[in-house]
């Protein structure tokens, strides 16, 4: 078997990987990565004309060395800068996002009812779960109508199995106060009102990412079997490599199931999470709805949670949408009858009508979005923690088994490089 030696080996050729590389280009470092190609989820397709990503992708970059490190690489012509439009489709109905800023524009026994248990809902300091947490902040009749449904769809799972800040930062709170006056003014309690999204997709930011790594230090349909945590090697494909320090990004569970002399199965069995089947899919022409950038659909009637519309980012003539399907991780089904029940839920939507269907591809991401467990959390610091004795550290959103933004992962690379 050939052998092979590095101090900084890093699994993942995502965004987490790639932006502690650049930390460390300069130093003895190996990038491993089981695709042909690197980008994670942040790969981009051509074909037939249209650009899709792996899945809907936009970027909101807040910290200014991130910001800076792009700038340099990106000219401002390769970006567009839109003001996000988001809606939700309801009842034969289109409403602004957040729902639960925007009941007013409910049909008038749903407004009343919303308003009447918005009023009257059991606040309380500590909630047992996401869905607690739900009842607790909203009432019944918001969360029944579109924030339990429509997150069962996402998450693929019994919400009461969530913590109660499952989705962190990112999920839109308001209070009784915020959400009256969003009667007669504009709600901005999203995390971010703009978004930048390449011209040529998501892959110009990981071309971008890539643009200063010697080629060298890149190694592609290179897959890691096993992972010897005491004497500090890896088993792939091709070699064994020995490492100084090890930084992981690829998902927690795989990584801790590739563990050999510590037995982390238990751990395993308890992570859960969903997948969910992206329908990227063109069109011969455009949609009535010119405006949203993207759409949320909480009724059963539709198979799909969430519709992007690529068109309406990139100013192209052309219907291309991106649909995503949740499951949960064992569900079985058929992609081409998820395709039927998608155009059919298009056509019930208004989204299309005589539309001549003119190219798709159908991406699985498996894991999608991670179940988040306050207990799990602990028991993943204590992991965290004891890998870090031997110099092996796991980070992004997989790696470290959390729901966070791209530049979350960019920032949790940027700290550990300078951390060792």
Known sequence: MKVTSCDYLVLGGGVSGLMFANKHKNDDTLIIEKENELGGYCRTIYQDGYIWDYAGH????????????????????????????????????????PFQANIHQLEKQDFINCLYDLYFREDKDEYNSFLDMLYGK????????????????LYACNLNKLDQNAMGRFFPYANFEQIVKGFKENYQGSYNSHFLYPKKGAKVFIDALTQELPEDIIHLEEKVLSICVNEKYIITNKRRVNFKYLINSIPFNKFLSMITDVDYSGVVARLSWNKVLVLNLGFDKNTDFTDIHWAYFPEKDYNFYRVGFYNNI??????????????????????????EKTLAGLRASGIISDHKLISYIPIMMNPAYVHIDSDLNETKQVIKEELAKSDIFTIGRYGDWKYCSIEDSMIDAINLAEKI
Do not use: W
């Open 58 to 97: 936009f970027f909101h970059f807040a910290n200014s060395e991130i910001k800076k490190f792009f700038e340099e690489k990106i000219s401002a012509e390769q970006l567009v800068i839109k003001e996000k439009c988001t809606k939700i489709f309801y009842k034969k109905n289109v409403l602004d996002f």
């Open 314 to 339: 990139l100013n192209d003539e052309r219907l291309s949408l991106y649909v995503e399907i949740g499951y949960a991780d064992q569900d079985k089904f058929d992609v081409e009858e998820q395709l």
């Open 138 to 153: 909203f009432g019944k009749s918001i969360t029944d109508m579109f924030l339990k449904p429509y997150n069962e769809k």
